[in-house]
């Protein structure tokens, strides 16, 4: 059986993984709001393995410890060892006070966590868009997507608050009245001024001029290229049952092809398996799923 620990990490360790992972361009987070961060050593049958960034705050009273970077060389399909780390990083947490841990990790990996209680809130769908791909997208030519105007803007600031806080809570992602939620509702605020944010995508879907759906998403530069992170994607009740996603999907694939977009990046409820079954049969993949679990 395996033995594994968590330690804070030496100073001299933490500036040498910083300048490692700034070399490499994948710099170490800074904190979020007035949270703290932690960095710890990773140890494996008394070898080091690795390192994590934990990120410790209080959500309306309740402590949240979140594995903000999570680094190691352990193999992905080394169970022991991994459910191992896993029981010591929940022991760390505890020990810092921690009600509630969360993590994000290699679809590989998820089965390991699940394994010791915890719940899989979203999971990340990725794709590099290639144009030339996913044919069945491109043949269905019903749905044509222009930017929503300022009144739909307001309408579905109004309507995506509601749908995103129930969502956020049955998945787990967070707490109902935390901060998040709070921080969630001042970023949808500003989707509703004229113009909106640069790197805020709203979109309609429309059939012959009648508004069908909606999308929501962030554009995010990266290596010179845009990344699109999206947020809401969905028809309007009274326009469902009509296979009209597949056709949405590749109306907004083609939109966003023409603004540079390279990769797209798309959040799933941990609960919702039909939207996550429709984008992996359109050729998306798993990047990473995030994880709960609470402690006390």
């Not at 140890?43 to 402590?63: F, K, P, S, W």
């Not at 699940?114 to 019903?142: C, H, N, V, Y």
């Not at 109902?176 to 309609?204: H, I, K, M």
């Not at 999206?230 to 296979?243: A, K």
């Amino acid at each position: 059986m395996s033995t594994a620990r968590v330690d804070p990490m030496p100073v001299a360790d933490l500036d040498a993984w910083r300048a490692s992972r700034s070399a490499a361009g994948t710099p170490l987070p800074e904190p979020s709001d007035d949270r703290q961060l932690e960095a710890v050593t990773l140890t494996v049958r008394e070898v080091v393995v690795g390192g994590a960034l934990l990120e410790h705050g209080d959500d309306a009273g309740r402590r949240r410890c979140a594995v903000r970077v999570l680094q190691t060389t352990l193999p992905r399909d080394a169970d022991s060892e991994w459910s191992a780390t896993v029981a010591a990083l929940e022991g760390f947490a505890r020990s810092r006070g921690a009600d509630v841990l969360t993590t994000a990790v290699a679809p590989e990996l998820a089965r390991v966590f699940g394994a010791a209680g915890f719940q899989a809130t979203m999971t990340t769908i990725g794709k590099r868009l290639d144009p030339a791909s996913a044919p069945e997208l491109q043949e269905d030519r019903r749905v044509a997507v222009r930017p929503m105007d300022a009144d739909e803007r307001a309408r579905f600031v109004a309507d995506v608050a509601e749908q995103l806080r129930a969502g956020m809570s049955r998945a787990g992602v967070v707490d109902p009245e935390t901060s998040q939620l709070g921080e969630l509702d001042a970023r949808l605020a500003r989707l509703a001024e004229d113009p909106p944010p640069a790197d805020e995508l709203l979109v309609t879907g429309t059939v012959d001029g009648v508004a069908v759906g909606r999308a929501w998403a962030t554009l995010v530069e990266r290596d010179g290229a845009l990344d699109f992170h999206g947020n809401t994607i969905d028809l309007f009740p009274e326009h469902r049952g009509q296979r009209l996603t597949p056709a949405f999907l590749g109306a907004l694939r083609r939109h966003v092809h023409e603004l540079g977009v390279r990769d797209v990046h798309l959040r799933v409820y941990g609960h919702d398996t039909g939207a996550r079954r429709t984008f992996l049969d359109n050729g998306a993949g798993v990047e990473d799923v995030h994880l709960r679990k609470d402690l006390r």
